[in-house]
């Protein structure tokens, strides 16, 4: 085949190429740049509802003026702080005592432990709402049984965020542990009949040989652990409002606040920035220092 | 093959994403009526019904008319993305202030006449005139929702009589004492699960608005008046305890259900309620309860109000469909045939003349429609506070909602919400 007529179906499959993926980049520029663009724009021109030309950073100095934005941020990253760990480890090691089972078992076990993912966030929240009935709620029945007495929960400002946080630990960590599961898969099996008969324990196999090589798998789970934890909202709004007080209150949930409750555009597209600098931040940090070994 | 599915592909999308920028026509269906989208959103299960009662006698009624229709959810995004997309319906149950910008409304001052603006008044048209001097709502009702409700069996069982205490009304400490003899181990007197609201709305009617209406404009929630009514109403849960604490963990649904299961001897909730709570809690008769004076001094309501928006259409359908409009809205504001929906939900005629004719009618077999009347007519609008006001009602509630919890003091929730005025003010 000579040289021009190679060159003539490579531009021909390439223009096929390109037209294929042209609908993912249509709907990328339409329903992710162009708001993303329009947000960055508006976080420096509206104030209220109106577009009253360049305010320069007057938005941004409101939020950071704005008496419900640091607690926001604090129970924003005290969520994060202890979901995230949960996220990383609750699911390695189901992981680990699932890969123990049979086959057969393995299949039950991996439905359902991956069961409560089919749930929505909202429906979640909603029987979780029921178990902290402070009158006949599930988990007063349960922590009675062992002696302590029971608590208000969502209605305490002292337990509130505890309660939001417990239930996302419990909720479910399907996903990550199907993750896990797949990558464990990936380790050869010689290394593991090594370590046997250097007379390695279960726990000293895990530690030395499993949780190193699932590096990559971790620094993934880690960064979308954060990543959605940052923008925790559903159990915020389904289940406290943010309340009491500002207990519960997060980030997400004080942006549609201040968007949909009080129109304040050009605050809540600054408040929506500054999320996203600091989510893009913490994983270039996260990459910088935890990837640095990764091999994909 | 390959390039031929490409471009298949992408022409749908294309298509798909451009169908949407249509050149926009006028509404006129297909038999050349105009037609006239309306808008509400259900305050009572089945009102959306009642409407389309009404909807329907008003085409037969007016055969050059079409009027849609739409029962929309108790959300406002429908609206906001209608008005983005610049496809607002022409009416529309607006409970907004005036939030949404100006020009998303046509001016209904144009369409008052001299004889409906005595009969709504000044307060009303005032209230429904936006800074720039718009009139953005038509006037359809008046109301106070919000009311402590009391199961009359059990208020009777306890010897106490629910009328009188509609007539002659009650202290502070006599609602705590009528909370005491109603609770037993297995009941308590009296619950709340939207304390913020309730505080927000005792502030209102004892130490005023949240803010001065006149300039200098001055926070009025720091004063002793205000400190009373965050304690007394902390006070039911830890020093009176008539109210659970455990209700705040709770929805105003979950407390419904409490309070049909007779757990509960008076709650606060909406009036819009009682014929659901008496129904499925067996009562025979829910009796709305005045709020009770504190330090003698009676409680003096916001009266609210409801209304009906006219959104600008692109591109303007002429003065002639715009008429029709207002003709159609002046007519849903107006008791029909002997009915007046909001009354369902104790809402009386904006207009004083239709109150009069139809007020009769309501209060004669129901007590609690004749408290409600009483209050309404002593009543004063909310005012129309600056927008600032709104962020402190919101700080306001805050706090409040950190007293009620034990979080802090009932002093410290009134310093606190203070200090935070103080820096929104400066």
């Given amino acids: ?296 | 093959m390959k390039r031929r599915l490409a471009v298949l592909l992408v022409g749908l999308v294309a298509l798909s994403v451009f169908s949407g920028c249509v050149k926009k026509t006028k509404r006129i269906d297909q038999q050349k009526k105009d037609l006239i989208q309306f808008w509400v959103a259900e305050n009572f299960e089945g009102e959306g019904k009642q409407w389309e009662k009404v909807v329907e006698k008003y085409n037969n009624d007016n055969p050059d008319v079409k009027v849609e229709l739409s029962v929309k959810p108790w959300d406002r995004t429908p609206l906001n993305v209608a008005l983005q997309a610049k496809k607002p319906p022409d009416v529309v149950f607006h409970y907004f202030s005036d939030e949404l910008p100006a020009d998303a409304y046509e001016d209904l001052l144009d369409y008052l006449t001299p004889q409906e603006k005595e009969d709504f008044g000044p307060e009303i048209i005032q209230k429904f005139t936006n800074s720039k001097g718009k009139m953005y709502n038509w006037p359809w009702f008046i109301f106070q929702t919000a009311w402590m409700i009391g199961n009359g069996d059990l208020l009777k069982q306890a010897g106490l009589d629910p009328e009188q205490i509609q007539n002659d009304g009650w202290t502070w400490e006599n609602f705590i004492n009528t909370c005491k003899k109603t609770s037993d181990g297995e009941r308590y007197g009296y619950g709340d699960a939207q304390s913020p609201e309730t505080v927000n709305l005792l502030l209102n009617g004892l130490a005023g608005p949240i803010v001065s209406t006149t300039k200098p404009v001055e926070f009025n929630w720091g004063t002793q008046a205000a400190l009373n009514v965050m304690k007394n109403y902390r006070d039911l849960i830890y020093k009176d305890k008539v109210m659970p604490k455990e209700v705040l963990g709770i929805d105003v649904f979950g407390l419904h259900e409490k309070f049909q299961r007779k757990e509960f001897s008076i709650i606060r909730s909406w009036i819009a309620w009682i014929p659901d709570l008496e129904e499925k809690g067996n009562i025979s008769k829910i009796y709305i309860l005045p709020y009770p004076q504190m330090d003698n001094k009676e409680v003096k309501l916001n009266v609210g109000s409801g209304g009906w928006s006219v959104f600008r259409q692109e591109p303007s359908q002429g003065e002639a469909h715009l008429e029709k409009v207002i003709a159609f809205v002046k007519y849903i504001s107006k008791p029909m045939a002997g009915e007046f929906i909001p009354s369902n939900w104790s809402g009386l005629p904006a207009s004083r003349s239709d109150r009069e004719e139809f007020l009769p009618q309501m209060t004669k077999d129901d007590p609690n429609i004749a408290l409600v009347a009483k209050f309404l007519e002593s009543g004063s609008m909310t005012p129309a506070l600056p927008t600032v006001a709104k962020k402190m009602n919101e700080i306001v509630k805050t706090y409040t909602s950190e007293a009620m919890s034990g979080k802090i003091t009932a002093k410290q929730a009134v310093e606190k919400w203070s200090a935070e005025a103080g820096k929104l003010l400066n």
């Fill in chain 1, 1 to 296: 085949m000579n040289l021009s007529l190679r060159r003539g179906i490579h531009n021909r499959e390439a223009i096929a190429g390109y037209l294929f993926v042209a609908p993912v980049y249509i709907a990328f520029i339409l329903f992710t740049l162009y708001p993303l663009v329009k947000s960055v724009i508006m976080s420096f021109t509206m104030v209220g509802t109106e577009y009253v030309g360049w305010v320069g950073l007057q938005n941004y100095a409101a939020v950071f003026k704005d008496y419900a934005w640091w607690p926001s941020v604090k129970n924003t990253i005290i969520y994060s702080a202890v979901v995230v760990p949960a996220a990383i480890f609750i699911p390695f090691f189901l992981a680990a005592l699932v890969r123990l089972m049979t086959p057969a078992a393995q299949t039950i076990a991996k439905s359902c432990l991956y069961l409560p993912q089919v749930s929505s966030g909202l429906v979640m929240s909603l029987v979780w709402f029921w178990i902290y009935d402070p009158f006949n709620g599930l988990m007063n029945y349960l922590i009675g049984k062992v002696g302590i007495p029971p608590q208000i929960w969502l209605g305490d400002a002292n337990t509130a965020l505890l309660a939001l946080i417990l239930m996302s630990v419990l909720a479910g960590h399907g996903s990550n542990m199907l993750l896990y599961l797949a990558a464990m898969g990936g380790i050869p099996n010689t290394l593991y009949e090594v370590a046997r008969l250097e007379g390695a324990n279960w726990w000293q196999t895990l530690h030395n040989i499993t949780w190193p090589l699932l590096r990559p798998t971790v620094l993934y789970v880690m960064i979308m652990s954060i990543i959605s934890s940052f923008q925790v909202f559903t159990p915020a709004y389904v289940m406290t409002r943010g309340g009491p007080g500002l207990a519960t209150s997060t980030v997400v949930y004080k942006i549609f606040n201040d968007l949909f409750t009080y129109f304040s555009f050009g605050i809540a597209t600054a408040e929506a920035l500054l999320l996203a600098v600091v989510i893009i931040g913490i994983s270039l940090i996260q990459f910088r220092f935890f990837a640095s070994d990764v091999e994909y």
